[in-house]
């Protein structure tokens, strides 16, 4: 007999599903452990997280726009997650996976880039969604200025 003992967790954390997996023999560890989570828990709900909204970074909500010129590695698909404050700037880029020279590039493209403020109940808040960059994908049709896509 091994003598291990688990745990897995799965949590909603803003827009994401995080699952932990915990894995010892040291039982006291474990319950640390899990103390920790709850802690973090309990900060989670006393922060104000951005709403999630899919496919905000399209259409009639992006006023304003700069593609990202890449150099090297066009190919490769590059996802983000982006926080757009109330006013409609970007206040957060998360490049997910990119070569470092790709995320330098998105992430001063992204930074010009203006939205429509997102309103809950006649107010501006906070809102959260994600784009993806680059990608053996079909190029825009003449006369079009994005080669974004917008991911979930």
């Known amino acids: 007999m091994a003598g291990l003992h ?18 010892t023999r040291d039982t006291a560890l474990l319950n640390t452990l899990l103390q920790s989570l709850a802690r ?7 922060t104000p997280a951005p709403v999630c909204v899919k496919n905000y970074a399209a259409g009639d909500n992006l006023l304003l726009h700069i593609d990202p010129v890449f150099t090297s590695r066009k190919f490769n698909p590059i996802p983000a997650r982006i926080i757009i404050d109330k006013y409609g700037k970007v206040k957060h880029v998360h490049v997910l996976s990119a070569f470092p020279d790709q995320i330098k590039v998105i992430n001063e493209a992204l930074q010009q880039w203006e939205f429509r403020p ?6 501006p808040v906070e809102v959260e969604t994600g784009i993806m960059f680059g990608g053996a994908h079909p190029q825009p049709k003449k006369g079009s200025a994005s080669a974004a896509r917008v991911a979930d």
Do not use: M, P, S
């Open 118 to 123: 997102y309103k809950v109940n006649g107010e």
């Open 6 to 23: 688990w745990y897995t967790l799965a949590t909603e954390i803003r827009c994401h599903v995080v699952e932990f997996q915990f894995t």
């Open 40 to 46: 973090l828990a309990d900060l989670e709900e006393q």
